[in-house]
């Protein structure tokens, strides 16, 4: 099997310009495709997860990946799938969060020898000419195509500003440069990203008469319909700062039944035919295939001895063991604590277990949260100092175990 069905097989490919070409393209390694990630944190998430694993197995397939980190759009922010406007940050702000997002693609793509490359679209984008873009590039987009696009369906609805609107044209403009100056014949995008990519191959076309290609990745959904990767606590993060290796493991391991196969099939680079039969596995080997799901992905993001040790701890607790080396851990500081202690609401504020002291009421009155294997029923319960300095392992629903400790 070429890679081109390998990627249909997996449930990877939503739309194609030109099946026929690409197909033949990139069974071939004749892509020298691109993939965009505006820098709007200074950590890449598993909303980009899909995108990295795509350029991975393009790669080892011959083809050779561009990286375009958007120092350049990210001064305008993308509207798809909003409904507020994105917030602006500064240059400053702009240019570390590429700097991290290099660092971390690192992992996945291979840039050694020139078999992937990284630009920045500040570089180009920054230095235009307003007056010769319009003329160059304005001329050639329609306002009435470009409101029926899906990007800006939801921000029409509470208004789209000028500076979003002209987002199409800068990622059509992204691809028309890289194609002239780096030879780049295809697109790869989200499947949100669809006329923004349409928007480029067209520009593309008009502008040199070449062709050029676009595939979208279908999104992670889960059984809902909607977006993998968020938690209570905000998104999922590829950096082990912001989510530690155990509570990306502990995401994994608790998607639902009924999107595990799902993810499994798309995200890890397990052979098509393991993944075939565990397919027919008993219903009763379900924790099994999320094991597999949670420590496959924990490795490819933050290496085996991360990995061997996220199982390990998740293991031991669901197994009584009780062993929290490596679980997450907030240290509080002493103005945190009075002499008695610190009530368990605000305990779980701090912990970000909870978003405000009305929701860690709510967890609490629910029954959800335990603090060394005793649950709490009482809103107004104490941990107590010494228990805090020796460190308290808080439980929150069934899944969710986090360790406060005095410093």
């Given at each position: 099997?070429?890679i081109?069905?390998e990627?249909?097989?997996r449930?990877l490919?939503?739309?194609?310009?030109?099946e026929a070409?690409?197909?033949?393209l990139?069974?071939?390694?004749?892509a020298?495709?691109y993939?965009?990630?505006?820098?709007?944190?200074?950590?890449?998430?598993v909303?980009?997860?899909?995108?990295l694993?795509?350029m991975k197995r393009l790669?080892?397939?011959?083809?050779?990946?561009?990286?375009l980190?958007?120092?350049?759009?990210?001064?305008?922010?993308?509207p798809?799938?909003?409904?507020d406007m994105r917030t602006?940050?500064?240059?400053e702000t702009?240019n570390?969060?590429?700097?991290?997002f290099?660092?971390?693609?690192?992992?996945?793509?291979d840039?050694s020898d020139?078999?992937?490359?990284?630009?920045n679209?500040?570089?180009?984008?920054l230095?235009?000419?307003?007056?010769?873009?319009?003329r160059e590039?304005?001329?050639?987009?329609?306002?009435n195509?470009?409101?029926?696009?899906?990007?800006?369906?939801?921000?029409?609805?509470?208004?789209l500003?000028?500076?979003?609107f002209?987002?199409?044209?800068?990622?059509?403009y992204?691809?028309?440069?890289?194609?002239?100056?780096?030879?780049?014949?295809?697109q790869?995008?989200g499947d949100?990203?669809?006329s923004?990519?349409?928007?480029?191959?067209?520009?593309i076309?008009?502008k040199m008469?070449d062709?050029a290609y676009?595939?979208?990745?279908?999104?992670?959904?889960n059984?809902?319909?909607?977006?993998?990767?968020?938690?209570v606590?905000?998104?999922?993060?590829?950096?082990?700062?912001?989510?530690s290796?155990?509570?990306?493991?502990q995401?994994?391991r608790n998607?639902s039944?009924?999107?595990?196969?799902?993810?499994?099939?798309?995200?890890?680079?397990?052979?098509?035919?393991?993944?075939?039969?565990?397919?027919?596995?008993?219903?009763?080997?379900?924790n099994e295939?999320?094991?597999i799901?949670?420590y496959?992905?924990t490795?490819?993001?933050?290496?085996?001895?991360?990995a061997?040790?996220?199982?390990k701890?998740?293991?031991s607790?669901?197994?009584?063991?009780?062993?929290?080396?490596?679980?997450p851990?907030?240290?509080?500081?002493?103005?945190?604590?009075?002499?008695?202690?610190l009530?368990?609401?605000d305990?779980?504020?701090l912990?970000?277990l909870?978003?405000?002291?009305g929701?860690?009421?709510?967890?609490?009155?629910?029954?959800g949260?335990?603090v060394?294997?005793?649950?709490?029923t009482a809103?107004?319960?104490?941990?107590?100092?010494?228990?805090?300095?020796?460190g308290?392992?808080?439980?929150?629903?069934k899944?969710v175990y986090h360790k406060?400790?005095?410093?």
């Amino acid at each position: 099997m070429q890679i081109y069905e390998e990627l249909q097989a997996r449930g990877l490919i939503a739309q194609v310009t030109d099946e026929a070409e690409i197909r033949d393209l990139i069974n071939k390694g004749g892509a020298k495709f691109y993939i965009g990630f505006d820098p709007t944190a200074d950590s890449l998430h598993v909303g980009h997860f899909m995108a990295l694993c795509l350029m991975k197995r393009l790669q080892m397939a011959g083809n050779k990946p561009v990286v375009l980190l958007g120092g350049g759009t990210g001064h305008i922010g993308d509207p798809s799938g909003r409904t507020d406007m994105r917030t602006m940050m500064t240059t400053e702000t702009i240019n570390h969060n590429c700097e991290c997002f290099k660092k971390q693609m690192e992992r996945f793509i291979d840039f050694s020898d020139g078999q992937a490359i990284a630009v920045n679209n500040a570089d180009w984008l920054l230095n235009l000419n307003y007056v010769e873009l319009l003329r160059e590039v304005g001329a050639h987009f329609s306002v009435n195509n470009m409101l029926r696009a899906e990007c800006y369906k939801q921000r029409m609805e509470k208004g789209l500003s000028f500076l979003e609107f002209n987002y199409m044209i800068m990622q059509a403009y992204d691809f028309w440069h890289l194609h002239k100056e780096y030879g780049v014949n295809m697109q790869f995008g989200g499947d949100d990203q669809w006329s923004n990519m349409l928007a480029g191959t067209e520009l593309i076309r008009r502008k040199m008469g070449d062709d050029a290609y676009a595939m979208t990745i279908t999104l992670l959904l889960n059984s809902e319909g909607k977006k993998m990767g968020k938690t209570v606590g905000g998104a999922v993060w590829l950096d082990p700062d912001k989510t530690s290796p155990f509570e990306f493991y502990q995401y994994w391991r608790n998607v639902s039944d009924a999107d595990v196969m799902k993810c499994i099939r798309m995200l890890t680079f397990r052979s098509l035919e393991e993944i075939e039969e565990m397919e027919h596995w008993d219903d009763s080997r379900i924790n099994e295939k999320k094991e597999i799901l949670a420590y496959d992905l924990t490795e490819l993001v933050h290496g085996k001895e991360e990995a061997d040790k996220a199982m390990k701890v998740s293991h031991s607790l669901f197994m009584g063991g009780g062993d929290d080396a490596d679980m997450p851990t907030t240290e509080l500081a002493a103005a945190d604590v009075t002499e008695e202690g610190l009530p368990v609401i605000d305990l779980l504020v701090l912990c970000g277990l909870a978003k405000s002291k009305g929701e860690a009421r709510r967890l609490i009155q629910q029954g959800g949260v335990s603090v060394d294997g005793e649950k709490v029923t009482a809103l107004e319960t104490l941990v107590g100092k010494e228990k805090l300095t020796e460190g308290a392992v808080i439980k929150k629903g069934k899944k969710v175990y986090h360790k406060a400790i005095l410093k």
